[in-house]
């Protein structure tokens, strides 16, 4: 009998766009990097199954590069360096992070030094840690990273189109691609900037919903989009999140703990396959796996 897990995940290949998309010719193995992201990573459960999963899924996708959002990773809020080191030691290359960035200070002395971990580019100059990150692919390719946050429901940030604009010009020249986390709650404000970087970015891809969006796509000039990669970790709760306290709070008004929820643990992350010759998308598919298949079945 199937698990209410089995039952509910399921692997989303047929959303692979195909190869032969009017120009975009399929690199060959040598050329492609195939670059997994993985959404927002709630609390333990999400550290875990992040943990299970990875090493698997970077054997069946022959993955090339791993990115995580573990902005949530501690507890609901923030990341500690011990989990920032936990997730390095099961195939992650690189994490962002999103407006819990600094809720856990111990994160900051990593923020600041040359570690694969970088803060939103249009947070104020003084906010601590880097704007960009280049990361080596298994065969040795530098692939960049970029961070940026949202300012439509979001507490006030500097502009991210603009902010996009002033570290391009810093991105080393030599490179395979780009990836950017769009960290926002608008899907307006999502496709906005990643029509704006179409072309420019391999990848335009959101967090900090925590809802999965259907919405995957390659965008006209070649860059992958989607408004949100979803969450990792306990689906049975509202975002990742206790339903009673949620629930106690919205009808009393009064202030509780938001404790990670339990249960239904999945990993959400999308898989996108760049030609390093044009730095452009080929493909891009979401992948769920659930803590009790991380073979991604
Ligand atoms: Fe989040
Ligand atoms: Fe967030």
Request: hydrophobic share 35%; charged share 25%.
């Given at each position: 009998?199937?698990?209410?897990?089995?039952?509910?995940?399921?692997?989303?290949?047929?959303?692979?766009?195909?190869?032969?998309?009017?120009?975009?010719?399929?690199?060959?193995?040598?050329?492609?990097?195939?670059?997994?992201?993985?959404?927002?990573?709630?609390?333990?459960?999400?550290?875990?199954?992040?943990?299970?999963?990875?090493?698997?899924?970077?054997?069946?996708?022959?993955?090339?590069?791993?990115?995580?959002?573990?902005?949530?990773?501690?507890?609901?809020?923030?990341?500690?360096?011990?989990?920032?080191?936990?997730?390095?030691?099961?195939?992650?290359?690189?994490?962002?992070?999103?407006?819990?960035?600094?809720?856990?200070?111990?994160?900051?002395?990593?923020?600041?030094?040359?570690?694969?971990?970088?803060?939103?580019?249009?947070?104020?100059?003084?906010?601590?840690?880097?704007?960009?990150?280049?990361?080596?692919?298994?065969?040795?390719?530098?692939?960049?990273?970029?961070?940026?946050?949202g300012?439509v429901f979001m507490?006030?940030?500097?502009?991210?189109?603009?902010?996009?604009?002033?570290?391009?010009?810093?991105?080393?020249?030599?490179?395979?691609?780009?990836?950017?986390?769009?960290?926002?709650e608008a899907?307006?404000?999502?496709?906005?900037?990643?029509?704006?970087?179409?072309?420019?970015?391999?990848?335009?891809?959101?967090?900090?919903?925590?809802?999965?969006?259907?919405?995957?796509?390659?965008?006209?000039?070649?860059?992958?989009?989607?408004?949100?990669?979803?969450?990792?970790?306990?689906?049975?709760?509202?975002?990742?999140?206790?339903?009673?306290?949620?629930?106690?709070?919205?009808?009393?008004?009064?202030?509780?703990?938001?404790?990670?929820?339990?249960?239904?643990?999945?990993?959400?992350?999308?898989?996108?396959?760049?030609?390093?010759?044009?730095?452009?998308?080929?493909?891009?598919?979401?992948?769920?796996?659930?803590?009790?298949?991380?073979?991604?079945?």
């Amino acid at each position: 009998m199937e698990s209410r897990n089995e039952s509910r995940v399921s692997n989303f290949n047929e959303g692979r766009l195909p190869d032969s998309k009017a120009g975009v010719t399929s690199p060959g193995r040598a050329d492609e990097i195939r670059l997994l992201f993985v959404g927002d990573i709630v609390g333990k459960p999400g550290v875990d199954v992040t943990c299970k999963a990875i090493p698997v899924l970077r054997e069946q996708h022959e993955l090339d590069l791993v990115v995580v959002n573990g902005e949530n990773a501690e507890n609901g809020s923030g990341i500690t360096k011990a989990i920032f080191n936990r997730l390095r030691d099961h195939g992650v290359d690189g994490v962002t992070l999103g407006d819990h960035i600094y809720r856990k200070r111990e994160i900051i002395p990593i923020l600041e030094s040359d570690a694969p971990v970088i803060r939103p580019a249009n947070y104020p100059p003084e906010a601590p840690g880097r704007e960009w990150m280049t990361l080596i692919t298994t065969s040795g390719v530098p692939f960049c990273v970029v961070s940026l946050i949202g300012r439509v429901f979001m507490k006030p940030a500097d502009c991210p189109f603009h902010a996009a604009d002033r570290i391009w010009s810093q991105l080393p020249k030599k490179r395979g691609g780009v990836l950017v986390d769009f960290h926002a709650e608008a899907t307006s404000d999502k496709q906005l900037l990643g029509r704006y970087l179409d072309g420019r970015a391999s990848a335009v891809l959101g967090t900090h919903t925590h809802v999965t969006t259907a919405d995957e796509q390659i965008l006209p000039s070649g860059t992958a989009f989607q408004c949100d990669v979803g969450m990792t970790g306990p689906h049975d709760g509202i975002i990742g999140r206790r339903y009673d306290r949620v629930m106690e709070t919205t009808f009393t008004q009064r202030p509780t703990s938001f404790n990670v929820a339990k249960g239904d643990n999945r990993l959400s992350g999308t898989l996108v396959v760049v030609d390093s010759r044009t730095h452009k998308a080929v493909s891009i598919e979401r992948v769920k796996v659930n803590e009790d298949a991380p073979q991604g079945s």
